[in-house]
């Protein structure tokens, strides 16, 4: 049961860093940086793949813990409680009739009503994971590939870092319209 713990931790990992990855690649292909509740609604998300993450680090010392997976657990769905926060308050400032919203739609929602989506799933599958971690033994389990997991949540992690340093360039807020990188004019 341990195994399929773990690997379901990498899999949540993986759904979250290929979420942040498709809305890095929305900022890239229509050429929209990213609103400052946009931000904040990707480092949420960061924080929520930091749960299972954390997880995963802290059995590559053989022994998959209870403490562990409350930690974990806990980063992630108080991370995406504040995620949800954030794409509400944005889904609430373009609610109005005749508003066309803040970004290129995608299946005719905005990203920040995917993000509300996403935030809610988010929370229901931590809760489903702590709820099955009661079948779990603390015994020690084989080690995992992990490192690859935790590389590629890095990865995505710098790339958004130093989206954002492009978008404020040398300021320290960014635009509450962007609409290019400051760091680049």
Not at 168 to 183: C, K, Q, R, T
Request: aromatic share 10%; glycine share 8%; charged share 10%.
């Amino acid at each position: 049961m341990a195994r399929l713990y773990l690997l379901a931790a990498s899999c949540n990992v993986w759904v979250l860093v290929l979420i942040l990855a498709s809305a890095f690649g929305a900022q890239l292909i229509f050429g929209e940086p990213p609103c400052p509740l946009c931000v904040v609604q990707r480092i949420a998300f960061m924080m929520c793949a930091l749960g299972p993450v954390y997880t995963l680090v802290q059995s590559r010392a053989n022994v998959l813990s209870y403490r562990a997976i409350a930690i974990g657990s806990g980063i992630s769905i108080v991370s995406a409680l504040l995620g949800a926060a954030a794409a509400t308050r944005q889904v609430l400032l373009h609610i109005l009739p005749g508003d066309r919203g803040f970004g290129s739609p995608l299946l005719g929602l905005h990203l920040y009503t995917w993000s509300l989506i996403a935030f809610i799933c988010q929370i229901a599958a931590t809760g489903l994971m702590l709820i099955s971690s009661a079948w779990i033994e603390e015994k020690s389990v084989p080690p995992q590939a992990a490192n690859v997991t935790v590389v590629a949540f890095l990865v995505i992690v710098v790339t958004n870092l130093l989206s954002v340093i492009a978008e404020a360039g040398f300021n320290w807020e960014l635009p509450s319209d962007p609409v290019g990188y400051l760091l680049f004019k």
